[in-house]
């Protein structure tokens, strides 16, 4: 239903009806509608601890602002490594091959979890901060997961963290260069 | 043979041999061994400009080092906007799926493109520090080319050095923070 309908026309009510059980049930095993997507996007998931991208979005939001870029590394990363390069692998071959999954992928990305987050910089051009801040560090989880960049690969998250985190940081609340301000 | 030897095991006349022609007859359509690499992990080449990595380790390093990140983003852009987005998804697809390039591609990128960066950065951690900056890039050419994140699809190359060349310049030249220093 995700991929038919994208991640904001499928509900979760819609979803529990399709599969003759109570949305209740739904609610019970997958706590809320981005826990459910994420569920049904990730093929390898017995086993290994549930992502959810909520909790990710209030880990980085919860702290003082000027450090907002070492957190979001901090949790995305942490988050990865604890969830299993071979979920990370298998998510970005599923949206790589252009499966059903990118169209919603996508749609949740920038509204479940890139809103949220932009809605609270007080900033000009949040959108695109906040989606260059995510490709920043899904770059880095495909140099550690995917291609294995040795240096990438072998340093622990707080090290990457105290290294890309500033960079993340500029991109989402330092002025912007005079080209990008609106003339 | 890039597959079976990896990158650097893998010699020019080696390969004409196996094809059973002159090494200068491979020279004569591949310039240098990185481009014939390349070529060979590119599925989809025909009809399409070619990539040579080598002009991008050059445009990248010629020019003041205050803007060698912007460069940096600017030259990766360029070169797969004018390459196409399916080329830059069929290496990441092959890359993903874990097919034989992934070891010799890995090589390729860290011998032939970031150790000649790293050697002429006069920084500490060069190694960590480059390989950090070339995920950074691939992370926005996966949310333009693959993912396709609006803001960062829609973007100009130009916006995107502009926004995402500071964040690059930092990784690169900026002085670490302290607890990545050597102690």
Same mark, same amino acid.
């Given at each position: 239903?995700?991929?038919?309908?994208?991640?904001?026309?499928?509900?979760?009510?819609?979803?529990?009806?399709?599969?003759?059980?109570?949305?209740? @049930?739904? &609610? &019970?095993?997958? !706590?809320?509608?981005?826990?459910?997507?994420?569920?049904?996007?990730?093929?390898?998931?017995?086993?290994? #601890?549930?992502?959810? #991208?909520?909790?990710?979005?209030?880990?980085?939001?919860?702290?003082? $602002?000027?450090?907002?870029?070492?957190?979001?590394?901090?949790?995305?990363?942490?988050?990865?490594?604890?969830?299993? #390069?071979?979920?990370?692998?298998?998510?970005?071959?599923?949206?790589?091959?252009?499966?059903?999954?990118?169209?919603?992928?996508?749609?949740? *990305?920038?509204?479940?979890? @890139?809103?949220?987050?932009?809605?609270?910089?007080?900033?000009?051009?949040?959108?695109?901060?906040?989606?260059?801040?995510?490709?920043?560090? =899904?770059?880095?989880?495909?140099?550690?997961? =995917?291609?294995?960049?040795? !240096?990438?690969?072998?340093?622990? $998250?707080?090290?990457?963290?105290?290294? *890309?985190?500033?960079? $993340?940081?500029?991109?989402? $609340?330092?002025?912007? #260069?005079? !080209?990008?301000?609106?003339?």
């Amino acid at each position: 239903m995700f991929a038919d309908k994208g991640y904001a026309g499928a509900s979760v009510r819609g979803i529990a009806r399709e599969a003759g059980v109570d949305p209740a @049930l739904v &609610h &019970h095993y997958f !706590e809320s509608k981005p826990a459910l997507f994420f569920a049904s996007v990730m093929p390898v998931a017995q086993g290994l #601890p549930a992502v959810n #991208p909520s909790a990710l979005v209030d880990q980085v939001l919860s702290g003082p $602002v000027e450090e907002i870029g070492r957190r979001w590394v901090l949790a995305f990363l942490t988050t990865w490594d604890s969830a299993g #390069p071979e979920r990370f692998r298998a998510l970005l071959l599923g949206v790589t091959s252009g499966d059903g999954a990118l169209g919603s992928l996508r749609q949740f *990305v920038t509204e479940a979890l @890139l809103l949220p987050l932009a809605s609270k910089l007080q900033v000009d051009q949040p959108l695109l901060r906040t989606q260059a801040a995510a490709a920043t560090v =899904v770059g880095l989880a495909v140099g550690r997961y =995917v291609v294995r960049l040795p !240096e990438i690969a072998n340093a622990s $998250v707080e090290t990457l963290a105290a290294l *890309v985190g500033p960079s $993340v940081q500029r991109l989402l $609340v330092d002025p912007l #260069p005079n !080209e990008l301000l609106p003339s």
